[in-house]
């Protein structure tokens, strides 16, 4: 699952610039900063799973993460630095027609 080398070839032009500058750091970095307002969980691994380009979502991007307790989440992060980034649950997502660990 863990992501590292040839990422930062895919920020460019992204719509994100905080999605672009995760992508350039390494991955144990990558997974610091996403489980940072996550409560207990301990970045293990992640995976850019994209960002969207609907006109009404706009640069969103998202990602996954596995924690080291076995939890994963999925992190979106806004376009607009101010903005919030918000974490789901990967297994309340079920059954909702959103994965995590998936590219789209």
């Known amino acids: 699952m863990a992501v590292g080398s040839g990422l930062a070839a895919m920020a460019a032009g992204s719509g ?7 992508l ?12 940072r ?6 970045g293990e691994s992640v995976f850019p799973m994209g960002v969207v380009t609907t006109p009404k979502w706009k640069g969103l991007a998202y990602w996954s993460v ?9 992190v979106q992060i ?8 918000i974490a789901a649950d990967c297994a309340a997502l079920q059954g909702t ?8």
């Open 24 to 35: 350039a750091l390494p991955p144990d970095e990558q997974a610091a900063m996403l489980t």
């Open 66 to 74: 596995h924690c080291k307790d076995g939890r994963n989440f999925a």
């Open 37 to 42: 307002g996550i409560k207990g969980c301990a």
């Open 16 to 22: 994100n610039s905080a999605n672009d500058r995760l």
């Open 78 to 85: 806004a376009p607009d630095p101010k903005a919030p980034w």
């Open 97 to 104: 027609g959103k994965e995590c660990f998936k590219k789209f």
